[in-house]
């Protein structure tokens, strides 16, 4: 089944495209819905990481800009071009139900649009999905986190076997950060034909989140070194 993937840039979305390609599925393009910014709307990440996530993994990014106004009527929208192409489904990396819109809204929309919804990860023990997304060879760095239960200096930790133990000790945290306590960037995986390294950030801070901003970073070929942005 030819498929398009939700994509804001982080883990979650990654490792779903993982497991739908692992699964069979034909993952032709993954979507991302930008702010006037020109930021990812949900983990705020500049345009040009996500372009390079897209180059490094080999699969083309589709970006539409977006308000929190017009977000449902441009998402149906893209999705009704896809199916047009002969995209079936839409894969993303939902665990729960913890969507910014109304229960089941994903199901709604893929409803109305007569594509197919993928979740790979849905409903997974996240202790589990943590582990074997470490042990499975992928990398993020934390670029987000709520600071009423994660402190700053969680900023630009990377997602490795200490985090994974540092993570699930902390009491009322879920380990892959369903509670909006983190959010990533994803940097590595066994999907990518390139490596990305953050060679310049910056922790900044507003109300009750902290972010880390990433100023320059750099592609590397698994076989030869590429700059970047």
Not at 4 to 29: E, L, T
Not at 52 to 69: D, F, Y
Request: hydrophobic share 35%.
């Amino acid at each position: 089944m030819k498929v398009v993937a939700s994509w804001s840039g982080g883990k979650d979305g990654c490792f779903a495209v993982f497991k739908a390609i692992r699964d069979g599925f034909d993952v032709s393009s993954l979507l991302t819905f930008m702010s006037e910014e020109g930021k990812s709307n949900f983990h705020l990440l500049p345009t040009e990481i996500l372009t390079a996530q897209s180059e490094a993994i080999g699969i083309k990014l589709v970006k539409r800009k977006t308000t929190p106004n017009t977000y449902e009527e441009e998402f149906k929208k893209v999705l009704l071009q896809m199916k047009s192409i002969g995209v079936e489904g839409l894969v993303t990396g939902d665990i729960y139900e913890v969507s910014m819109h109304e229960e089941g809204w994903l199901e709604r929309i893929c409803k109305e649009v007569d594509l197919e919804p993928i979740k790979p990860l849905w409903l997974c023990d996240t202790k589990k999905l943590l582990r074997e997304f470490v042990n499975l060879g992928f990398n993020a760095t934390v670029v987000k986190v709520n600071t009423k239960v994660l402190g700053e200096e969680w900023l630009g930790r990377e997602l490795n076997n200490q985090f994974y133990e540092d993570i699930t000790k902390l009491k009322n945290v879920d380990p892959c950060g369903e509670g909006g306590e983190y959010h990533t960037c994803i940097t590595d995986g066994p999907i990518f034909k390139k490596r990305i390294k953050l060679v310049e950030t910056e922790k900044t801070s507003k109300g009750n989140f902290g972010f880390l901003t990433i100023k320059q970073f750099t592609t590397t070929d698994k076989d030869a070194m590429t700059s970047d942005f």
